[in-house]
């Protein structure tokens, strides 16, 4: 069935550092991708998506390509600040959402 | 921007009590949804909407769950008998259409203890 792998937290980081959080997808056909990231005592904020395969979503400096070939969609940014720190979902649409199982995500100044 | 609301923001509640979440989606918008993230957990879909009956539930969303649109703006999810397996974060979500290439906009959840 359809399932997102998400890599296993927390990820702790200084500030300036260099991020990636990878995700990896299985499902039939050719869904769309998503990051959303949850702050704390927040809800889910879509944070960016891509719909097609080598589509680039971007938002905020956080970048993730849809890569078809190796069924990935890893988050990166190349500067994170301490503003970052939250739990970062992958997730992945056909006519509902499926989540990975997020990644907390922690940068100390 | 419009947002999506849910009220309250956090219940606690004695198993076996009935429990109704509250949701306001973005007015426009037509497609509804529920997810729920136990603590630690990942976030489960559990329910969609749209026109008034459910298009597709998960495994989770057995008998001891419903939802209803009672007016042009609540969305609402009952449980009947809660179990002290149901605490979680409960998030409601709405979308203009249906399909992986529209977003989905969170509420910002209401977290559910059941004693």
């Known amino acids: 069935g359809d399932s997102v792998t998400q890599m296993e937290g927390p990820v702790t980081l200084s500030e300036e550092a260099f991020l990636t959080i990878n995700c990896t997808y299985t499902?039939?056909?050719?869904?769309?991708l998503f990051w959303y990231v949850q702050y704390p005592g927040e809800g889910l904020q879509l944070l960016l998506k891509a719909t097609k395969a080598d589509d680039k979503g971007s938002n905020k400096g956080f970048e993730a390509t849809y890569r078809k070939e190796t069924t990935s969609f890893h988050l990166e940014k190349g500067s994170v600040q301490v503003s970052d720190s939250a739990v970062y979902f992958c997730g992945m649409a056909a006519r509902q959402l499926t989540f990975g199982s997020g990644t907390q995500l922690t940068v100390l100044p | 921007e419009p947002e999506v609301t849910q009220t309250p923001s956090h219940q606690v509640t004695q198993m076996g009590q009935e429990v109704i979440l509250r949701c306001v989606p973005i007015s426009n918008h037509l497609y509804f949804y529920w997810y729920r993230q136990i603590l630690g957990q990942k976030v489960e879909f559990l329910v969609s909407f749209y026109n008034n009956e459910i298009s597709e539930k998960s495994e989770i969303f057995d008998d001891q769950f419903s939802v209803e649109r009672p007016d042009g703006s609540n969305f609402t999810l009952k449980i009947r008998s809660t179990k002290l397996e149901d605490s979680a974060m409960y998030f409601c979500a709405s979308s203009g259409s249906s399909g992986g290439r529209e977003t989905q906009y969170f509420g910002p959840g209401t977290r559910l203890l059941v004693l």
């Open positions: 499902a039939t056909g050719y869904p769309s």
